[in-house]
């Protein structure tokens, strides 16, 4: 099992410039979660989903879209990127364990993105 | 909105010692994890727990729920290099998502 994955690892973006992350997930969990992380801010939820073809915002979705056309893959897109966009993204996925339910997050490596 | 404090922020001690890394919330919560997270990595899950006054041991880690289920504590015995990283402490307030705290930044000096 690769887990979760995410691609690219890297991407330098100029403002203005639209990019899509891709996160595949082969644990077959409905749940799927995209993270930014900054210095002292901790993660913060961007955009989540509870399964394929739904998704809802998170605590800073702007400027960020999310689809869920297949249940492994959850993708997060920028528009129109900004340098307040610098930072580095995670992709989690997680899945109900029924009375005890705790979300134990699954993250993948990350992407750096800095938006000049 | 829930607030979760980490503290201290910073934690740099000499390898053999003793530490303890504390997480508090505003409000009580269902269930509360700890990850550790590395340099370039992602966090990596090290216990959940669920019931208030629920003690958890994995090796020379000590995690604690408060009897409130408010707040939580990780005690690391005689902190190895390896111990080294971010410990983020996340809860779930009933739903399906993870509140994150800002992190605890552990230097183990050998």
């Known amino acids: 099992n690769a887990g979760v994955t995410q691609t690219p690892k890297f991407r330098v973006l100029k403002t203005g410039q639209s990019m899509t992350l891709l996160c595949a997930q082969d644990?077959?969990?409905?749940?799927m979660y995209w993270y930014r992380q900054d210095p002292g801010m901790g993660l913060r939820l961007i955009h989540y989903?509870?399964?394929?073809?739904?998704?809802a915002k998170g605590e800073v979705p702007d400027g960020y879209n999310v689809s869920r056309l297949k249940k492994q893959n959850f993708l997060l897109g920028l528009e129109s990127a900004a340098p307040s966009q610098t930072s580095v993204y995670f992709c989690?996925?997680?899945?109900?364990?029924?009375?005890?339910?705790?979300?134990?997050?699954?993250f993948g490596p990350g992407t750096r993105l800095t938006v000049t | 909105t829930q607030l979760l404090e980490q503290s201290p922020q910073f934690l740099s001690i000499q390898e053999g010692e003793n530490l303890t890394v504390y997480c508090n919330s505003s409000?009580?919560?269902?269930?509360l994890q700890w990850y550790r997270q590395e340099p370039g990595e992602g966090p990596v899950l090290l216990v959940t727990?669920?019931?208030?006054?629920e003690v958890k041991k994995l090796k020379r880690l000590t995690f604690q729920f408060g009897d409130a289920r408010k707040d939580s504590s990780l005690h690391i015995t005689a902190a190895q290099p390896g111990d080294t990283g971010l410990y983020l402490c996340?809860?779930?307030?009933?739903?399906?998502?993870?509140?994150f705290g800002t992190g605890t930044r552990l230097t183990i000096i050998p």
């Open positions: 989690a996925s997680s899945y109900s364990q029924g009375a005890s339910t705790a979300y134990e997050q699954y």
């Open positions: 644990m077959n969990h409905e749940y």
């Open positions: 989903s509870v399964g394929e073809g739904t998704t």
């Open positions: 409000s009580v919560f269902s269930s």
């Open positions: 727990v669920v019931t208030g006054g």
């Open positions: 996340a809860v779930n307030f009933g739903n399906e998502k993870l509140t």
